[in-house]
């Protein structure tokens, strides 16, 4: 009797970890071909140029154009390099959680440890870097295009200033610091880190920093008004927080696999994110099952959107509309193709 009982014991806890097992394996399912054409019509009767991206077969993504350009120097494309701008918040908000993983750093750990120099930074904690309430702001742009990590940091930390109110306010240099600490605590460039423990996991070819990018390699602005000069000294200052240009599929291969595929991280970004007045925390909003992103420098918008339990994702690359279309586009998306 008393085997018996064991087998059948066994036998639920085989179970059990099969269950487990085949939840964190399992794919959303593959985007039918009517939902493809829906997709496809809201571009086009949108009149925006650019692609959306949505799941195919397992972790791969099938790519749904529209052109509104016969210029193809200004057609989206999912392998052509597109600046990430704030998505690439989440890229960094994951390798401050790998090494919080690592013990390096934990989410109290003081911008002291690092920036002793900044006014206030023995009251700022990682935590509030990376869920914006930090109190620190800086909106100042260089004249031209800084030049390598140093001048980056040096740029950052001369024009900041610390308000000294842990409220939420959306800053790029959190994220820009997070990049700098980053840097110091892995003892190499940010960059390098994330080629290293990103970029060559996966065999990302498409990623590149701002100043390895040639104009030819990137969809330019349908908008006249904004120059690759304008795009260069934006990217060249977001250090951390928008330097890196990747392709659409680049991009969907990192969420994937690095934070869709990575139930433990969500989970903890998903209670910090749940004690402060805006649910974000590491790069992402959260609203219930979904996590979402938006990216905007001039003349590029781009968005992401994924159900973290069934891996189900929608992502958005255009370079001809404006930040508050961004938002529509976005919202229309969460809410007619993610049913949010």
Known sequence: MKRLNLFIFLMFCSFGLFLVSTQQQANAAAVDKQTQTQLHDYLKSHHINGVILVNGKGSQAVTIANNETTNKKQIVKANRLFPTASLQK????????????????????????????????????IRELMNHTSGLVNNDRPAVPLKGQKQQITYMLGHMRNDHVHTWDYQDVDY?????????????????YIHRNFAKPLHLHQIKDFSEVAKKEVPQPMDPAIDWHQVTVTTSSDFGAGNLFISP??????????????????????????????????????????IRANGSIPGYNACVIANYKTKKMIMFFSNNIDYLTLKTVSDDLMHNYMGA
Request: hydrophobic share 35%.
């Open 249 to 290: 599929n680049n991009y969907w291969k990192f969420i994937y696999n690095y934070v869709l595929k990575d139930p433990k991280m969500i989970t903890e970004f998903y209670q910090e994110s749940q004690k402060q007045e805006v649910a974000y925390f590491g790069g992402v909003y959260f609203d219930g099952d979904i």
């Open 90 to 125: 989440i890229v960094t908000g994951t390798a401050i959680y790998q090494l919080t993983q690592k013990k390096q750093l934990g989410w109290d750990t003081s911008l002291n440890t690092y920036f002793p120099q900044i006014d206030g930074s023995e009251d700022i904690t």
């Open 176 to 192: 820009e610091l997070l990049a700098a600490i980053i840097s110091k605590q892995s003892h190499s460039s940010y960059n390098a």
